[in-house]
């Protein structure tokens, strides 16, 4: 399996709902990070897990909630988001370099819409 | 920090002919870098990548890519472009940090546009 999942493909939220993204990859990769991606932009690193610890926080709003559960999984926890939140949402995971191939494969992306 | 410049917003080239992409890095060592694609509405695809060794890299679709050092570049390259090959370019830079966790740098993209 060389795939990261994400779950689910397109989310539609009013302002006041809580949902989540998931996303799940078995090529026992040890970084997982989520990525948040506007129309016509390039990718933005939002969160970083390294051995399920939160590594890196790039500043974002405390109402996007990352948990790792497991080395498999990571999800996305979204709560009172803003219409601007409105994006691709990318899930990636990668390979310690020091393991050998260095590995670094991205989701296929949760479209998220607020309403 | 690093940074990834793709001096090109656009780029128009005919079917059959051949392509190069452009790709500037800033970075203090040598960094992992990484050309993706992505077709609207889709994810990223990884197309090749470079760590060390051979400068030249070979990908996937008959994409290639140079590592020149001297002139921070990561220039991606097709002999000869197909109608799917339309997408949106990604050069990518990655730090070559203990324990592998790191988050990546992208330049702002290239839009691919194949003519008949």
């Known amino acids: 399996d060389t795939e990261v999942t994400q779950t689910p493909k397109h989310l539609v939220m009013g302002m006041t709902n809580k949902k989540s993204l998931k996303c799940e990859q078995h090529?026992?990769?040890?970084?997982m990070y989520w990525y948040k991606q506007k129309a016509k932009k390039p990718p933005e690193l939002m969160f970083v897990?390294?051995?399920?610890?939160?590594?890196i926080n790039e500043s974002v709003p405390s109402r996007f909630s990352p948990e790792c559960p497991n080395s498999s999984l990571l999800n996305l926890h979204l709560h009172a988001l803003q219409p601007e939140d409105s994006a691709l949402y990318l899930c990636?995971?990668?390979?310690?370099?020091?393991?050998?191939?260095?590995?670094?494969?991205f989701g296929s992306g949760t479209r998220l819409t607020v309403v | 920090a690093q940074s990834v410049t793709q001096p090109d917003i656009h780029i128009t080239v005919s079917e059959g002919a051949s392509l190069e992409l452009r790709c500037n890095y800033s970075?203090?060592?040598?960094?992992?870098l990484f050309w993706y694609v992505q077709s609207p509405g889709q994810g990223l695809q990884l197309l090749l990548k470079y760590f060390s060794g051979d400068t030249l890299v070979q990908g996937i679709k008959g994409f290639e890519a140079e590592f020149k050092r001297s002139q921070s570049s990561f220039n991606l390259r097709k002999p000869s472009v197909h109608w799917s090959d339309a997408a949106e370019y990604f050069c990518?830079?990655?730090?070559?940090?203990?324990?592998?966790?790191?988050?990546?740098?992208f330049g702002k993209g290239t839009h691919l546009i194949i003519q008949p």
């Open positions: 990518a830079v990655g730090a070559k940090s203990g324990g592998g966790a790191d988050g990546l740098t």
């Open positions: 897990y390294s051995y399920e610890k939160l590594s």
């Open positions: 970075y203090g060592a040598t960094p992992y």
């Open positions: 090529m026992g990769h040890r970084a």
């Open positions: 990636a995971s990668s390979q310690d370099p020091g393991l050998g191939n260095y590995g670094y494969t």
